[in-house]
């Protein structure tokens, strides 16, 4: 038999990075394989059909480069299929119908000194059909389901603890797990990889696909949770779980799967940076682990930093460019010049951490001014920093007729001026500092002397005598005594 996986999300708006990691890993194993991937949408809840939910799905799939065989199926577009066989299931007596509501129910028990839930009241009220009336599954009153799992081993569950669960709802929509079995058992699935916090609901479609002569169920693998750095599971509310807002920030897709693959798995070697091919020869869905799975953000960073260092110049200029011409760059955009990003690329790519990161390290090259100073920088170098004043004074002069055609020069030329202050002053002066926080903002950043020739002589100078225009207006600290 041919491996057919499938991956089954819900439409939710948007895809976590959890369901993300599922995707991945149903991708790698039909590719080890040679097998079929099957995409299929659990929209059988009415609130979720929505093109934007499915849409929310599919681009960060393909995104990511994960592609799929066959499909998408729309659970909501096989309602036949359901409905038909929760005919069965009632006709055999396998399921019957409830009418009480939730109050009722939690009342029922209360008065049977129960505990709180559905313990089979309306099995011999012969309930008849209609609206607002759910069907219930009549689970088994004795024995333990098995679910033999790839991942976690034998898990048994007594029946006994499994109420009879609801199979359709009352406005006629089957659930999703009625709609699990059929789809899975019509769709030939073969193996249902899928994230832990579902495997307590293995057993109940296990007993719907046995009620249902389905034969040989698949095989079923679920997969550790992901969880954040207090070992709890990721949660949209407390954590950056929404697969779109890292494509929005700049990951690369390759680097996103290549960190996604080892939440869980490892290759045998060692090595978790590599090629995707040698993830899907490597890949042995037997060496998923059972133990919860680290989200680390710092460690996404640094893969997709080492991914952002190996892109060749003209990639990594191409992969950049949204992120510099939209609409929320602190330059107008013409002011935009690519190649002052290409002449710049090795060097920015070995500091920056995602694509969006990469403003910072250029704009203000692109700024027609430096308005914004970092006050920290200010006043350690500027209001603090020995003899500032006297630097920014000699670099005006000095480089006043320079052509800015030769780093090399440039650099000789600012540090000079350190050199010479610090013989005339008999104590340290820094040239350095001044000149890059007066011409970019800021007391770090890319080696100065390069992009001194792109931004020129005539923006240089005049962000020099700005920066000095402003020191002279700054009230010195009050000295002591």
Aim: glycine residues 6%; contains cysteine; negative net charge.
């Amino acid at each position: 038999m041919s491996t057919r996986v499938r991956f089954a999300p819900a439409p939710t708006g948007y895809l976590h990075v959890g369901s993300a990691r599922s995707a991945l890993f149903n991708w790698l194993y039909a590719r080890h394989t040679g097998g079929t991937l099957v995409l299929r949408i659990e929209d059988t809840d009415e609130a979720l059909k929505k093109q934007e939910y499915v849409d929310a799905i599919l681009e960060p799939l393909r995104w990511l480069g994960i592609d799929w065989d066959e499909g998408p199926y729309f659970q909501s577009e096989r309602r036949h299929l359901h409905t038909a066989a929760i005919e069965k299931l009632v006709a055999e007596g396998r399921a019957y119908y409830c009418d009480l509501t939730r109050d009722e129910i939690d009342r029922l028990a209360a008065d049977a000194g129960l505990p709180r839930g559905y313990h089979g009241w309306s099995r011999d009220r012969h309930v008849e059909d209609g609206p607002g009336v759910v069907v219930r599954f009549r689970t088994p009153d004795e024995g333990t389901t098995v679910v033999d799992d790839v991942v976690r081993g034998r898990v048994e569950f007594a029946n006994a603890n499994l109420e009879d669960f609801v199979i359709r709802r009352g406005d006629g929509s089957p659930t999703f797990l009625i709609a699990n079995a059929v789809d899975d058992h019509d769709l030939a699935i073969s193996h249902v990889i899928r994230g832990e916090d579902l495997l307590n609901t293995t057993p109940k479609v296990l007993l719907l696909w046995e009620a249902l002569g389905y034969g040989p169920p698949p095989v079923y693998a679920h997969l550790p949770l992901l969880v954040n750095e207090q070992r709890k599971k990721l949660s949209k509310r407390r954590d950056d779980v929404a697969l779109g807002d890292y494509m929005a920030r700049g990951y690369l897709p390759e680097a996103m799967v290549n960190y996604l693959a080892t939440l869980g798995w490892g290759p045998p070697d060692g090595i978790e940076i590599r090629p995707l091919s040698e993830i899907v020869e490597l890949f042995e869905l037997e060496a998923v682990t059972k133990a919860s799975a680290f989200f680390d953000p710092r460690k996404l960073d640094h893969f997709n930093a080492e991914y952002i260092k190996a892109l060749p110049v003209d990639e990594f200029v191409e992969r950049v460019r949204p992120f510099l011409t939209g609409p929320d760059v602190p330059w107008r955009p013409e002011a935009y010049d690519e190649e002052v990003v290409r002449r710049l690329a090795p060097e920015i790519q070995q500091r920056a951490v995602t694509l969006s990161d990469v403003v910072r390290w250029v704009d203000w090259l692109f700024v027609d001014e430096i308005t914004d100073y970092d006050p920290k920088a200010w006043q350690k170098v500027m209001v603090k920093g020995r003899a500032a004043d006297r630097v920014l004074d000699e670099a005006i002069a000095r480089l006043a007729d320079d052509p800015f055609d030769d780093p090399e020069r440039l650099e000789a030329v600012v540090m000079g001026i350190g050199t010479d202050l610090s013989e005339e002053l008999g104590a340290r002066v820094l040239s350095q500092a001044p000149v890059r926080v007066a011409v970019t903002g800021s007391n770090v950043g890319l080696p100065l002397w390069e992009p001194l020739t792109l931004l020129g002589r005539e923006r240089t100078l005049a962000r020099l005598r700005a920066a000095r225009e402003r020191l002279a207006s700054t009230t010195p600290p009050p000295t002591a005594g």
